[in-house]
């Protein structure tokens, strides 16, 4: 299985992009990588997901380059509601999953 | 909303008490997932099912846990003689099989509080 390094937290202004980075350096050839956030006393929320380059949605971007052994998470314009817990998974949707201790974003007014 | 439903949202029991947590998970998944988290801590693997099949077990279930899916719909975590250390978060999750790219859709969870 596939194990995830993460800074263990990050400060951030409102209106600041903020990116996360995640190091799985033994990725196997199946495997995705997730991204998860997660508010005090609420069950973590997926955010985004991707195998490779560049994937977008309407709440963040995640670069993935072509090694695979890393990720970023790229949060634009952060607001106070994205002070979280944000956590990076590998691994394939045909076993169970494994998370981290994630990153505590905090971001400042 | 059609999300992954546990209840109860919170439970306080006295050490040495059984409790039962519930999971519906989303109508259509045929996975469903159970996870332990403390605080401060990620979620950590307790056991998943696909349809009523239970698949895997992690080394923190010990015996006094069991869970089942009896129909490949809700799921039951059941904890026996609870002990302090119980204390936690119990996050259900549920996913769909056969696509590769199904992340996990988590619940609220259940917080036990053993004394």
């Known amino acids: 299985l596939a194990k995830t390094t993460q800074p263990i937290s990050m400060d951030s202004y409102e209106g600041q992009e903020v990116n996360i980075t995640c190091s799985h350096n033994?990725?196997?050839?199946?495997?995705?990588i997730t991204w998860y956030q997660q508010f005090p006393s609420q069950g973590p929320r997926f955010i985004i997901q991707?195998?490779?380059t560049k994937v977008t949605n309407e709440v963040a971007s995640l670069f993935i380059p072509a090694d695979r052994k890393s990720s970023t998470l790229s949060l634009p314009r952060v607001s106070l509601s994205d002070t979280a817990v944000y956590y990076c998974?590998?691994?394939?949707?045909?076993?169970?999953?494994?998370f981290g201790s994630g990153t505590k974003l905090n971001v400042k007014p | 909303d059609t999300g992954v439903s546990q209840d109860p949202r919170h439970k306080i029991t006295k050490r040495g008490q059984n409790v039962t947590f519930r999971c519906d998970p989303i109508?259509?998944?045929?996975?469903l997932y159970w996870y332990r988290q403390t605080l401060g801590q990620g979620p950590e693997f307790l056991t998943y099912f696909q349809n009523e099949a239970q698949l895997e077990k992690s080394r923190l279930l010990s015996d006094r846990f069991s869970a089942e899916r009896p129909k490949g719909s809700f799921s039951t975590l059941e904890i026996q003689r609870t002990e302090q250390g119980d204390s936690a978060m119990y996050l259900c999750?549920?996913?769909?099989?056969?696509?590769?790219?199904?992340?996990?859709?988590f619940g609220n969870g259940t917080r036990l509080t053993v004394t």
């Open positions: 999750a549920s996913s769909s099989l056969g696509a590769e790219d199904s992340p996990l859709h």
């Open positions: 998974l590998v691994g394939d949707n045909f076993n169970k999953f494994y």
């Open positions: 109508s259509e998944h045929n996975r």
């Open positions: 033994n990725i196997a050839t199946n495997d995705y």
């Open positions: 991707g195998y490779k």
